[in-house]
Structures are given as structure tokens and as C-alpha cells.
């Protein structure tokens, strides 16, 4: 799918993408430089949707551009999902964002009539206008034309966290939709379910590496809420790793729950539930939680070379 990202200079096109899709968090993010011209990139979210995304330099030397003869076609036709972003922080530019906006809108629903399109109001954290007022001022004149098109309006803000859930919320819908991708999420998550009847865990997430985000699941675990369970970042669970380095190398000391063979890490929380995380692909790592008494190594190295193989088939 072609995803266009555009908006303003300093918006924060490229810090969503990033931390979206790369699973960038926002201390790694803060201090990036701006796109020279666009930047195109393969993402796969969620390890499901295939994505190309076209991320737009917002200077406005780069804006002139994209409209000409030798540029607009190669942009702007083919879109599937158009991502419009306004800096809900930057009053001044409000009313040459908008301005941007409804050009852009023109030419993007003349070349894809059926693209999705969507504004998403960034750094809501610093925000000066709420969804609402922003939403009020981009309608004004051009209501029909808005309300005829569906396009949705987001707030994001990466420090306060939902910028990877507005993002998430339409790129999710996408994968509900499609029923290739659809089907392969059940069959995966049928896989976790069998996985932890057969080796008595409670909880078993597979996560797509690159973006840390869940691929599929089945859980019966306390310690996962489905809010959680959606977003659960590989990168933040291995941040946790070094917090627990000692329990770690306390548990390995004694010889329990590890191996030479394998690449498993495990953390026990009091009350006797141990944390597995390891790679199953070097796309996809795994997440688990299985009470100690009924923890078996061997098991638990078989059933995970199972899961490699059969994961791999559907992937
Ligand atoms: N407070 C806050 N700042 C953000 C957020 N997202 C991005 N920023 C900051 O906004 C600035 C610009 O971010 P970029 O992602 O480089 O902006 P851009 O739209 O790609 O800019 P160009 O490439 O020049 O068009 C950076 O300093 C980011 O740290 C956010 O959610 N909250
Ligand atoms: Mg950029």
C-alpha cells in the first residue's frame, strides 16, 4: 500500500513514521534533522501490511516541487492512504497548513478517488487548538466537499504515547478489511492458543521486531490487559531486561530457566511467574508467561521450534 505522509516543515512527518514504524521511542526521535525533498521507505506493520511510504519534506522549496508536471504524477497517483499533518502547537502556520491542505486534498482525490484520507493534529502535547477547533477551521467553506469524502481527523502526540495508537487505529482497520490479512492473523493467533495448551503458558504474543508491535495473540495472562496486548513493544521489554539484569544473572547463577543452546531470557515475578522473551524468526520475537511449577525447558525448546516453523509457513 502507497502511504503519503505530507504537511509543513517541522510537523513531525518523519518523527511518526519513525516511531511507528520503526518502533523509534520519543528520546530517539527528538532531534531529527528535516527531509531533503521525500524520503521513500518499505515498511511491513505489524508484520502483516506491506507499506511504501512517501514521507514529504515540508520546506516550502519541497511543496513547489511536488506539484510539477515532473513530479505530481509519481507522488501523487496510486495512493491508497493519505496522512495530512498539522502542528497542533503552531498557531502561526494554521491557516497555511489548511490552505496546504485542500490543495493537496484536490489533487489527491482527483489522481485516487477511493484513497483514504486522513488529518492527524501532531505534538497534541504542546497543542494551542483542540481537534475540535482545528476540525472547525479546515471545514469552513468546505463542508459538503469534507463530509462527502469522510475524511477523519486524529490527534497524536508521541511523549504522551497516542501517536502510535492514532496511527495504529487506521492501519489496524486496513488489516481488518483485507481478508488475506485477516485470515492470516487468526490462523497465527489459532497457533498461540495451541501453543499454550501445549506448553502450559499463559500468554503467548508474537511481535513483529521492527516495529515492536504485536503480530497475533492468545492470552489468559494477569499481567496483560488488551489495551496492553495491542501495543506491546519489543524495544521497551528489552529496555526492562537491563533493569533486571540481576534477577537475570541471579536465575542463570543458579542454573535455572536457561541454556546455552538458546537465546531465551526470562524474568520470575514474585509470585512465581516467569516472563519468556525470545526470537523465533529474525523478524518476529516472542513473548510468554508461564507459571514456574508448570515450566519445562525441553518443552518449551520444542514447542518454540514447532512455532518457528509454522509461523514462517504463514508469514
Ligand atoms: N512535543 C512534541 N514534539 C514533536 C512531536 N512529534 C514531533 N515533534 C518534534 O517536532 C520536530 C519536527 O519533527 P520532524 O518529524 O522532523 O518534522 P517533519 O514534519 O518531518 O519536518 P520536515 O522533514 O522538515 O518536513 C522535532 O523536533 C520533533 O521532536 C510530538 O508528538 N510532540
Ligand atoms: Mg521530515
Known amino acids: 500500500m502507497k502511504l503519503v505522509i505530507m504537511g509543513l516543515k517541522n510537523s ?6 519513525k516511531h511507528v514504524f520503526l518502533g523509534k521511542e520519543w528520546e530517539e526521535i527528538e532531534k531529527l534533522q528535516p527531509t531533503e525533498f521525500l524520503e521513500t521507505k518499505k515498511y511491513k506493520y505489524r508484520n502483516l501490511l506491506d507499506i511504501v511510504s512517501f514521507d514529504l519534506g515540508g520546506q516550502k522549496q519541497f511543496i513547489e516541487a511536488y506539484y510539477t508536471d515532473s513530479w505530481s504524477s509519481k507522488i501523487f497517483s496510486r495512493i491508497d492512504i493519505f496522512l495530512f499533518i498539522i502542528d497542533s502547537s503552531n498557531s502561526l502556520e494554521f491557516e497555511l ?73 487506521i492501519l489496524d482497520n486496513i488489516i481488518r478489511n483485507k481478508k488475506v490479512l485477516k485470515d492470516k492473523q487468526t490462523r497465527l493467533q489459532n497457533l498461540c492458543s495451541q501453543f499454550n495448551k501445549k506448553s502450559k503458558t499463559d500468554a503467548c504474543i508474537l511481535i513483529n521486531k521492527d516495529d515492536g508491535l504485536e503480530i497475533a495473540s492468545a492470552s489468559k495472562s ?61 523478524q518476529v520475537g516472542f513473548f510468554s508467561v508461564v507459571n514456574a511449577k508448570k515450566f519445562s525447558l525441553g518443552i518449551m525448546i520444542l514447542n518454540l521450534k514447532n512455532l518457528e516453523a509454522e509461523v514462517s509457513a504463514i508469514l
Open 97 to 169: 497548513a489548511i490552505l496546504e491542505f485542500w490543495r493537496a486534498f484536490q489533487i489527491v482525490t482527483r489522481y485516487n478517488p477511493l484513497c483514504l484520507i486522513y488529518v492527524i493534529a501532531t505534538k497534541y502535547d504542546i497543542k494551542k487548538l483542540t481537534l475540535k477547533q482545528i476540525e472547525k477551521k479546515i471545514k469552513k467553506g468546505h463542508k459538503v466537499v469534507w463530509e462527502k469524502v469522510k475524511v477523519e481527523i486524529y490527534s497524536s502526540s508521541i511523549p504522551k504515547n497516542t501517536a502510535r495508537k492514532t496511527l495504529g487505529k
Open 222 to 282: 494477569k499481567y496483560i490487559t488488551s489495551e496492553e496486548l495491542e501495543y506491546v513493544c519489543l524495544k521497551a521489554l528489552v529496555e526492562a531486561e537491563k533493569e533486571k539484569a540481576e534477577v537475570f544473572s541471579h536465575m542463570k547463577k543458579i542454573g535455572f530457566l536457561s541454556s546455552d543452546e538458546t537465546d531465551l531470557r526470562f524474568w520470575r515475578s514474585k509470585d512465581n511467574d516467569c516472563i519468556i522473551l525470545t526470537d523465533i524468526t529474525p
Open 12 to 17: 513531525g512527518k518523519t518523527s511518526l513514521i
